[in-house]
Each structure stands twice: as C-alpha cells, then as structure tokens.
C-alpha cells in the first residue's frame, strides 16, 4: 500500500506493509510545500504538488516494482479548488491564510447567527473555513464562480485527477463547516439560507472507500498498473488519530504539526453554546465517530521563525533550535499561540517580540529564548485546552496522547507533561501516513476496524512516556499566561 501525506509544509510517499501483526513503514519520497504569493494573494501550486504525487508513484515503481494493493492520499483541511463542466481545474486553490476571507464570517452571522451556524454544524467559525472560502469566491471571484460546477477538497482533488471519480471523503469535509454533523450530510439549511448552489457538490463519501483505479492515461505515463485508489481518512488529523495507540475515553490527542489539532474522539458531536464560546469544532472521524478538537497555531511558530533566520543566513534545523531552547530558562515570557498576529506575519520572530513588549513582558534577546518562549507558549495553551475539554465534557482527562512530527521534540513533550500535570505518551511520529495505510488495510478486510488498528499501532511504534515533574512551578506560570491573554482579549 502507498501512503501519500500532504502537509503545509512539505510531503511524503511512504509504503506501508502490514504482516497482519504489524505495520512496517518506509519512506519512498519526500518533498517541501510551501503556499505560492502571486500578487495580493496566496495560493497552493497544485500542478506541482500533483507532479510530486506522480514522482512518488514512480520512484515506488521504479525501486520496488511488484503487486501494490492500493493508493491514498490525505492532506490538510479546509481548502478547494474549482472544477468547470469538463472537470478541468479553473484555478489554483487559494491558501487558507490568505487574507481574502477577512469579514465572510460576520457577513454570514448577519444571515445566520452564530449560535445557530454552530448548532447547525458543529464547526467553530474560523475565517479560513470552506464555507467563507465559498463566499468569499462568490463575492470577490465572480466569473470562477460562474465557471465553477464541482468543488473538490485537497485530497479530492489528487483522487479525482488520478481517477477520475468526482468524491468527497467525509472527514476533510468535515473541516469546511459544510456539514450537518448529526445526520452526517450536506446541511441543506446552510445551503438554503446562504443562498450557496449546491450543484458544487460531489457525493459525500466515508473514509475506506474504494472509489475507482488509476485512469488509464496515468498508468500509461507513470508505466504502472491501474492500481485501486482509496478514499482514507483523508483529513491529516483524522489519519493521524487513527494511529493514537490504545487510546480510551479519559484520553485527550494532540495530533502536532504545523497545527495542533487537540481533543478527543466522540460518539456524539457537541452543538451547544459552551462548544461555541470554548471555540472547540466538530469534525468527522472513523466509523461514526467524531473528533471534538481546537485548532492552535503550533508548530508553524518554529517552521516561520526557521524560515525567516534562514532567509537571514541562519542554517539552524529545528533539532539545533530544541538545543537552544533547553539551554534557556523556562517561564520568562510568553504568548497567545493563537493570536492573530502570529497568522501571517511577515516576520516571525519580530512578531513574538512585539507581543511580549505590547503585554509588558520581558523581550526575549536571543534566538533561543525566542523558541523558548514559543514552547513554553504551547505547552501552556494545551494546558489551558485540557481543562476547557474537562469543563466542556465534564469528565476529568486521564492522560495525553502526541503524536506527529512535534514527537521529536523531546522538550516539548516533557514541557507539555510538566505543565499539565499528565502523562503524556508520544508517538508514533508518522501517525498520519501510518493511519492512511491502515484505513487502506481496514479497506482490504485486513484489519477490522478502528480498534485492531490501534493494537497494531501499539505493536508496530514503540511509545515514550513523559511523566509530570515541576508541575507547582508551572501553576504560577499559567496564571500570568492567563492573565496576559485575558488582558490582550479586553484589548481586542
């Protein structure tokens, strides 16, 4: 099986082969993502990043040859690109941090209240949701709209353009605020009240589908056969939680990427006020099940302060930056990881300096007390995301699962422990291409649902196991980032 994971900020080809006990992962292909400027505007170059999906399909081919059960793809949520009647591609999709949705969710309140929009779909009103990408189009992109006749998500997008099946894999949608979450199909409502054309829609479909072969003209390209292609899980998160080991119903995730996605799996999604003013989403998930999360900046602080002291000469890779970071002292100074400042800056760093000088703070003076601040930062926003999961759900969190690549920084992790005052269990680092595979493998009968392929996750990655220490210290803390945030919020 081959495994293609497409995040913000770069992708993979992996293969996965599973002995029916465990699951072995190697690495076929490996490339950087990076969204595009072109004017006033930020797009991701599909064409490239489709030319890098049929690089992996034949580097695997080339070096591997042989019987291949199947292909997959997952990626990031929430973005589209436009479909014409001939089902040829209109635009490149626009990047969800661009700023051409600034204002669609209070247009959308004046037609539907907040309140009503939320229990209507379950989803927080983030400005880069699809559904104020949608209005956004219709407003500012006239003639795409007109020309427009099927929306595709991400990973919908590479399936169609290698199948030719027009298909909505249910749990990326699910991060677009499209859905009714209870009866799991297009609210209809929203369409109506928006007054959004539901011929944009292509039939919904669950994660494990079997949605065609490659097309014929692919095949003939790559020199491959026409291998079966498999809707997985084709949100990243939703792949990633896949791959949480034993997880049990006192167990929170974090799955840590660019993003990261914080929560818990659910039977039921949470539509009530307290979900809204807790600024929690409901997504979709495996067999039913729905994904009850916050969205935090993450990781993408450390990839843009990176990619700015590179751009000034600094080589440093994000294990040189652990190494700075532990070498300061923790609990100077810090920030709201979710302030919108720290969106799309031009400068990182210059950013998280700004912050803590507009909050009276000390400023930090070194690149390492730069991502010191940024990780204490985050282990005190997930601090505070657990005991709003706790207040939201009225049940205590037993421990922390972590998994993704913010795994192999080992501070984090221990910071995220000493900070919360809970075990957190990191790994594995490839949970999303490793919950792509197994949803494939769920797909083929060889596995038979969400709980065996936790068993094998358990088998196949060994965990490690950060136990809380110095957690009084950190009480004092939290306090202050409390009061800090809750002093930028009255400021608006």
Known sequence: MLGMDYGASGGRTMLGSFDGSTLKVEEIYRFENAPVRLGDHWYWDFLRLFLELKRGISKYWNSHGGQLASIAVDTWGVDIGFLDGRGRLLANPYHYRDARNEGMPELANDIIPREEMYSLTGAYPWQYNTLFQLLSTERNDPVLWEKAETMLWMPDLFQYFLTGVKASEYTVVSTGGLLDPVKRCWSETLFSRLGLP??????????????????????SELGVPAVPFIATASHDSAAAVVSVPLMDESSA????????????????????PQGLQLSFTNEGGLEGKTRIVKNIMGL?????????WAAEGETADFADMQEWASAESGGISFIDPDDLSFMAPEHMPHAVLAYCRRTSQPVPQSKGQIVRCILDSLALKYRQTVEELEQLLAKKIGAIHMVGGGVNNRLLCQLTADVTGKPVIAGPVEATVAGNLLVQAISHGEIANAAEAREVVARSFLPEVYEPSDTLRWNEAYDRYLNIAARIAEKG
């Open 198 to 219: 539901t011929r944009l829609l292509a039939e919904l479909v669950q994660p494990g589908t079997r949605v065609g072969n490659l097309l014929p003209s692919v095949c």
């Open 300 to 308: 993408w602080l450390l990839q843009e302060c990176r990619r700015q």
């Open 253 to 272: 995730f974090i799955s840590c990427g660019t993003w990261s996605i914080m929560g818990v799996e659910s039977a039921v999604p949470v539509l009530g």
